[in-house]
C-alpha cells in the first residue's frame, strides 16, 4: 500500500486521476493539496471537495495551495485554450454539486512542508504546476534532502509539446518551478507526453461509466465524454493525470530511463524541458523519465475502472 498525496489542478483527466487514488487498494490517500492550471486554486479545491464526496471520500483532507506562478504578481486566471478543454469550471458543461465540506484551515505549503518533515514513506503525485512544491523547497532547502519520492505528469522529452513545439502545458505554467523541483536531487519520476501520448481513454469507456448509473459514473462517463469533445474531437484521448498514479501502482507497465533534468527559462524555448549537460557527467540528480508504456497493459487497467464506480 502507498501513502500518497495529490496535487492537482483539479479539470476531467486529473478528475479520473483522484478516482483511482481514492479507490484503489493499493493507495492509501492522505489528502489533496490544489494548485492553479486548468482552473483557479479555488476551482481545484471546489471540484476536488465535490468529486471525493462522489467517491465517498469525505475522510480525505484538501488543502488549497499558492494561486499563481513563483513569478506572477497576480492570480493565475485559467487561458481559453484550458477552458476548452476542460469546460467553464474545469468539469465540462455540468458545474459538479459544492460539497458541504470546506478545504482546511492550513495552506498546502504548510500541510506537506510538516508531513515531508514527518515521514519520508510517502509518495507525492503532482498533475499541474509543479508551484506549491518548489515554494516548500525554496523556503526549506534541507528538504531536498528528503527521500520520499515524487512523480510529476508534465514535460515533453522526446515528443513535441502542447502548448508550443516544444513545452507541456503543465511545465509551461511556471518553469521557474518546475525547473527548482527538477534541479532540486529529489527522487522524482517523469511521466510527460513522451508516454501519455502513447495511450487512449475511449469513448466506450465513458459509456459504461454511465451505464453503471451511480451518481458518480454519471459525472465521470459525463466528464470523459466532453473531454473527448474537445481534446482530439474523436472517440479516443489521451492518458494525460492518470498516467501519473497508474506509475505508483504499476511501474512495470513503464519503461524509464535516468536523466538529469532541468527546464529552459528563456527565450521561445521557455517551458521545455531538457537535459541537463551540465550534470551529464556527474550524472547527479537523475530523474526516471518514462520514455515507452505498454498500451495493452494500461489500457487493460483504465477499462476495468468501472470496477470503482
Ligand atoms: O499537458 C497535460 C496536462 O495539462 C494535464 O495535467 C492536464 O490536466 C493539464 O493540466
Ligand atoms: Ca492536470
Do not use: Q
Not at 492570480?75 to 467553464?88: D, F, L
Not at 459544492?98 to 507525492?124: G, H, V, Y
Amino acid at each position: 500500500m502507498v501513502d500518497l498525496v495529490l496535487d492537482l489542478d483539479t479539470g476531467i483527466d486529473d478528475a479520473i486521476a483522484l478516482s483511482i487514488a481514492a479507490k484503489d487498494k493499493g493507495i492509501n490517500l492522505l489528502g489533496v493539496t490544489c494548485t492553479y492550471g486548468n482552473v483557479t486554486v479555488e476551482e481545484s479545491a471546489y471540484n476536488t471537495l465535490s468529486l471525493l464526496s462522489l467517491l465517498h471520500r469525505e475522510d480525505v483532507p484538501v488543502y488549497i495551495g499558492r494561486n499563481r506562478s513563483l513569478l506572477s504578481s497576480s492570480p493565475y486566471t485559467p487561458r481559453e485554450a484550458g477552458r476548452k478543454i476542460h469546460g467553464k469550471y474545469g468539469s465540462g458543461d455540468i458545474k459538479l454539486k459544492e460539497s458541504p465540506r470546506k478545504p482546511e484551515p492550513i495552506s498546502a505549503k504548510a500541510f506537506l512542508t510538516s508531513l515531508m518533515k514527518e515521514r519520508e514513506d510517502i509518495t507525492i503525485v503532482t498533475t499541474g504546476p509543479m508551484t506549491n512544491l518548489a515554494s516548500i523547497l525554496i523556503d526549506e532547502p534541507s528538504l531536498s534532502k528528503w527521500k520520499g519520492k515524487i512523480v510529476f505528469m508534465g514535460g515533453a522529452l522526446t515528443v513535441r509539446g502542447n502548448v508550443n513545439h516544444f513545452a507541456e502545458a503543465n511545465i509551461y505554467k511556471d518553469p521557474e518551478s518546475a525547473k527548482t523541483v527538477l534541479e532540486s536531487g529529489l527522487d522524482i519520476t517523469m511521466i510527460g507526453l513522451d508516454v501519455t501520448e502513447r495511450t487512449r481513454l475511449y469513448r466506450k469507456d465513458a459509456e459504461k461509466w454511465k451505464e453503471k448509473g451511480s451518481e458518480l459514473g454519471l459525472t465521470l462517463g459525463s466528464l470523459l465524454d466532453y473531454y473527448l469533445d474537445n481534446t482530439l474531437g474523436m472517440d479516443e484521448t489521451y492518458v494525460h493525470d492518470p498516467s501519473a498514479v497508474i506509475t505508483v501502482l504499476h511501474p512495470e507497465y513503464f519503461t524509464f530511463l535516468p536523466f538529469p533534468l532541468t527546464v529552459e527559462t528563456e527565450g521561445i524555448d521557455r517551458g521545455r524541458v531538457i537535459i541537463d549537460d551540465k550534470r551529464l557527467l556527474s550524472r547527479k540528480g537523475e530523474i526516471k523519465v518514462a520514455l515507452d508504456v505498454n498500451r495493452r497493459l494500461l489500457e487493460g487497467f483504465l477499462a476495468d475502472i468501472e470496477k470503482y464506480l
